[in-house]
């Protein structure tokens, strides 16, 4: 009886212990399923499932090529056109400027300086007219001159003899015995008889005087004005030439610059040539 206790209590005692036990409430049987999962992935290997094993002789992708490449080609051969435009525009531009601002500096000079010698000439004519003209005012004032007939001063005093006083005396001798007449009663004639040759000569010395002082003072007027002109303008050429020259240099860079960038991808580009023919 004691045996089949003892037994008994063996055998409660393991029933408890695979029960209580946690291996066997999560000991759970796993059903392997009859088809394989596809797994997702995000390599790029991806697209070979959607692609044709060789894009050479896919029609579809060859014609995407072609288009790409054409496009590409037809847009570098802008570019190219486009620079090589650039660059002519630039250098023509430097030769146009460059043959300008010689153009301009000789044509620019020669002109300030033949307009110099036109203005210096008629500095010299106004000068002789006043002086001639102070000169006629002069012997106007001599006693009875202007009252002879058929006198004109005018006529008798000009530019070669204004500023002779021998030649103004020999006027006055020449008159004074070509209208002066023993029986004559003009006031020059008597004039002329009663004065003596010192008197004439001096007022000659000193209308000629007043006449060359007169010219000088004109002339020199107009000869400053010609002076200052003339650096005016040098100085307006010389700012021009000088712009223009910058311009040039400007054109010359760029298109040099250009030139440079353009060498450097054609050599870039016979490098890629060469690199894919090998």
């Not at 000079?109 to 110099?116: K, L």
């Not at 002789?128 to 007939?149: E, N, Q, T």
Request: aromatic share 10%; with cysteine.
């Amino acid at each position: 009886m004691r045996i089949h206790y003892i037994n008994m209590f063996l055998f409660s005692l393991m029933f408890n212990i695979l029960v209580i036990f946690p291996h066997n409430h999560y000991n759970t049987t796993l059903h392997t399923p009859n088809t394989t999962k596809i797994p997702t992935t995000r390599l790029l290997c991806e697209c070979e499932l959607y692609a044709p094993s060789n894009y050479n002789n896919d029609p579809e992708m060859k014609q995407v090529m072609d288009n790409f490449d054409r496009h590409t080609q037809q847009r570098f051969h802008e570019y190219e056109q486009l620079a090589d435009k650039t660059e002519k525009f630039c250098l023509k531009c430097g030769y146009g400027l460059g043959g300008a601002l010689t153009s301009w500096e000789i044509f620019g000079y020669t002109g300030i300086y033949g307009w110099a010698n036109y203005a210096a000439l008629l500095a010299h004519e106004a000068g002789v007219k006043a002086g001639i003209k102070v000169v006629i005012d002069m012997f106007s004032r001599y006693p009875g001159l202007i009252r002879l007939p058929g006198v004109d001063l005018t006529k008798m005093i000009n530019g070669s003899n204004f500023n002779i006083p021998m030649e103004l005396v020999n006027i006055v001798k020449g008159l004074s015995k070509e209208l002066c007449k023993p029986s004559s009663k003009q006031p020059f004639c008597a004039f002329r008889n009663t004065e003596n040759g010192k008197s004439l000569v001096s007022f000659a010395n000193s209308a000629s005087e007043a006449g060359i002082t007169q010219a000088a003072s004109i002339q020199g007027a107009k000869v400053e004005l010609i002076k200052t002109t003339i650096s005016d303008l040098s100085y307006n050429m010389i700012v021009s030439g000088i712009t223009i020259l910058i311009i040039v240099l400007v054109m010359v860079i760029i298109y040099f610059i250009l030139r440079y960038r353009r060498k450097k991808k054609m050599k870039k580009k016979l490098q890629y040539i060469k690199l894919l023919k090998e």
